[in-house]
């Protein structure tokens, strides 16, 4: 049963105890999201321009940020990127934002049509179609 309302987004009580025990759990999801999404952002801008130096590693951050901020207030999860979504947009060829929320659109509806349908698909089936995808993201030379 989901409840609606009863989301109280700060905590009863702060004090130092219950803020030392926050910031362990939150310091290492926000490094991991910000490492996730610059170096989805980087390999995305490299497989389309040639070039990463356009990515603003500062505004990155800021953005990340803002929206974490904002979904914390609602009771979101962390947001941070995609490394199976960037994939599969610069294997189409996708060159603009726009992809993006067909990407949405399009998860929308499988999620509301044909969920019935491929609830009986193994997961190691839906593993090698997403790793298939990011595998190609992968430049060994870098290393």
């Not at 702060?14 to 980087?42: D, H, Q």
């Not at 947001?79 to 994939?87: I, L």
């Not at 947009?89 to 349908?117: D, H, K």
Request: net charge neutral; glycine share 4%; charged share 15%.
């Amino acid at each position: 049963e989901v409840r609606f309302g009863n989301h109280l987004p700060f905590p009863a009580a702060l004090n130092r105890i219950s803020m030392f025990k926050l910031a362990i759990s939150a310091i290492p999801i926000a490094l991991i999201g910000y490492t996730e999404a610059i170096t989805i952002a980087k390999t995305s801008a490299k497989l389309c321009d040639g070039d990463s130096s356009s990515i603003n590693d500062n505004k990155e951050m800021f953005a990340l940020a803002a929206c974490n901020a904002f979904t914390s207030l609602i009771g979101g999860y962390p947001v941070t990127g995609s490394f199976s979504r960037t994939a599969i947009n610069a294997e189409s060829g996708a060159r603009s934002p726009l992809s993006t929320a067909v990407a949405a659109a399009a998860v929308v509806v499988v999620l509301l049509l044909f969920t019935s349908f491929l609830e009986s698909l193994p997961k190691a089936a839906v593993s090698a179609i997403v790793l298939s995808c990011i595998v190609r993201l992968i430049d060994v030379r870098e290393f």
